[in-house]
């Protein structure tokens, strides 16, 4: 059974760094057909995608948040982490981490997502 | 990388069909066929209903269906019935190696 859980903090100050992990079971990331993106979404607003980390280790960021994010993962405890640093009340938002698949020539593009966490910005 | 385009709303009543259009660019939808759609209820997680634009991932009703013209991709959803009411997002990959989601489509049923 696949399953992916974000944790981390509920609220965080204006300025301060973000860390977001994200936990997965059921499939492995160093299989070479798996990766794991972070996406957020503000309060009644649309998805934003933030970034993802490949099996190999390749990461690609979204270009306007670029300069805030690293994405990295340790294998060997099934996680996926995600930095933002100087946080504004804007990054208020539920953070979630989802799944990307390859299926011989097809990418099955987010198939399962965490429940995702909310995180306020505020002083 | 901007974000692509869909109607706000969409309406329809049960047994009806409606189409949710996502506009893009040839840098993305019009680029690849890696555009999906999602089905968001509130306060849950978005859940996979189409992936390279038109496959139905195992479990997903064969009420929903995808298709691409150019830039510009469509779901469809045929005998509209009241738990399809949601959100709906599409996705695309781009040229940049990035994924960039639509502004989302709010679907009710009448």
């Known amino acids: ?123 | 990388q901007s974000a692509l385009t869909q109607p706000a709303s969409v309406s329809g009543s049960p047994g009806q069909s409606i189409t949710i259009s996502c506009t893009g660019t040839s840098s993305d939808v019009g680029g690849y066929n890696y555009v999906s759609w999602y089905q968001q209820h509130p306060g849950k997680a978005p859940k996979l209903m189409i992936y390279e634009v038109s496959n139905r991932p195992s479990g997903v009703s064969n009420r929903f269906s995808g298709s691409k013209s150019g830039n510009t991709a469509s779901l469809t959803i045929s005998g509209l019935q009241a738990e399809d009411e949601a959100d709906y997002y599409c996705s695309s990959y781009t040229s940049s190696s990035c994924w960039v989601f639509g502004g989302g489509t709010k679907l009710t049923v009448l």
């Open chain 1, 1 to 123: 059974q696949v399953t992916l859980k974000e944790s981390g903090p509920v609220l965080v100050k204006p300025t301060e760094t973000l860390t977001l992990t994200c936990t997965v079971s059921g499939f492995s990331l160093s299989n070479a057909r798996m990766g794991v993106s972070w996406i957020r979404q503000p309060p009644g607003k649309a998805l934003e995608w933030l970034a993802h980390i490949f099996s190999n280790d390749e990461k690609s960021y979204s270009t306007s948040l670029k300069s805030r994010l690293t994405i990295s993962k340790d294998t060997s405890k099934s996680q996926v982490v995600l930095t933002m640093t100087n946080m504004d009340p804007v990054d208020t938002a539920t953070y979630y981490c989802a799944r990307i698949r390859w299926e011989d020539t097809a990418m099955v593009t987010f198939d399962y997502w965490g429940q995702g966490t909310l995180v306020t910005v505020s002083s």
